[in-house]
Nanobody
Framework: QVQLVESGGDLVQPGGSLRLSCTAS????????IGWFRQAPGKDREGVSC???????????YYADSVKGRFTISRDNAKNTVFLQMNSLEPEDTAVYYC??????????????????????WGQGTLVTVSS
């Protein structure tokens, strides 16, 4: 069964940090681009970050302007897991965070972001709340 499972969401104070995990089962995660998305209450879903199959695991990848310099995406192939390290969190980062994949090796990160409605597999989401 092809599946993505997110974890790591929590309540954190402004300025704090969290690390989200996205673990794949049923497929090899590093064969495909993996995107992180978020949806805040009353707002549209937005792309946050993405790592393609060709990106190294050192933080290179795509980042939305709102999170550049604060969030870092990485991948652990042995654990079949993508991480999203989130630092300097702000109340505006409060949202349900999802990871997703097109399960198509030809998709780049810009495509993952622009065509997110066509992504094949989504996780169930993990809630991040930034509040004092």
């Amino acid at each position: 069964q092809v599946q993505l499972v997110e974890s790591g969401g929590d309540l954190v104070q402004p300025g704090g940090s969290l690390r989200l995990s996205c673990t794949a089962s049923g497929f090899t995660l590093d064969h495909y681009a993996i995107g992180w998305f978020r949806q805040a209450p009353g707002k549209d879903r937005e792309g946050v970050s993405c790592i393609s199959s060709s990106d190294s695991s050192d933080g290179s990848g795509y980042y939305a302007d709102s999170v550049k310099g604060r969030f870092t995406i990485s991948r652990d192939n042995a654990k079949n897991t993508v991480f999203l390290q989130m630092n300097s969190l702000e109340p505006e980062d409060t949202a349900v965070y999802y990871c997703a994949s097109p399960l198509n090796p030809s998709w780049s990160c810009p495509e993952v972001d622009e065509r997110s409605m066509y992504l094949e597999v989504w996780g169930q989401g993990t809630l991040v709340t930034v509040s004092s």
